[in-house]
């Protein structure tokens, strides 16, 4: 049974920093690309970072994010991370792990399964 179960969300200054984990169980989370997305009631849910399968573990960020946002993994404790730095009222989101069965995958409609959520309010 795959599982994903995010947390650190929480309240945040302007400029602050969160990082966000991603427990995985039911498989290993070097066997799957992982993705982490944000969605803003009202608005469709949107890219935010992501891994590949592939042994390099090749990152991709969304432009909104590349260069404050981190996606990192804790292979033995089966976990993704996502590091969030200067933080922006506009990052104000739920955030939710994915894990697709694909090499690389950086779109909704390409992961397969989702955690529950983690809501993220960065105060201005």
């Known amino acids: 049974h795959v599982q994903l179960v995010e947390s650190g969300g929480g309240l945040v200054q302007a400029g602050g920093s969160l990082r966000l984990s991603c427990a995985a169980s039911?498989?290993?989370?070097?066997?799957?690309?992982m993705g982490w997305f944000r969605q803003v009631p009202g608005k469709e849910r949107e890219f935010v970072a992501a891994a590949d399968r592939l042994a390099t573990y090749t990152t991709h960020y969304a432009d909104a994010v590349k260069g404050r946002f981190t996606f990192s993994r804790d292979n033995a404790k089966n976990t993704v991370y996502l590091q969030m730095n200067t933080l922006k009222p506009e990052d104000t989101a739920i955030y939710y792990c994915?894990?697709?069965?694909?090499?690389?995958?950086?779109?909704?409609?390409?992961?397969?399964?989702w955690g529950q959520g983690t809501q993220v309010t960065v105060s201005s």
């Open positions: 994915a894990a697709s069965n694909r090499f690389v995958a950086t779109v909704i409609e390409e992961y397969d399964y």
């Open positions: 039911g498989f290993t989370i070097g066997t799957t690309a």
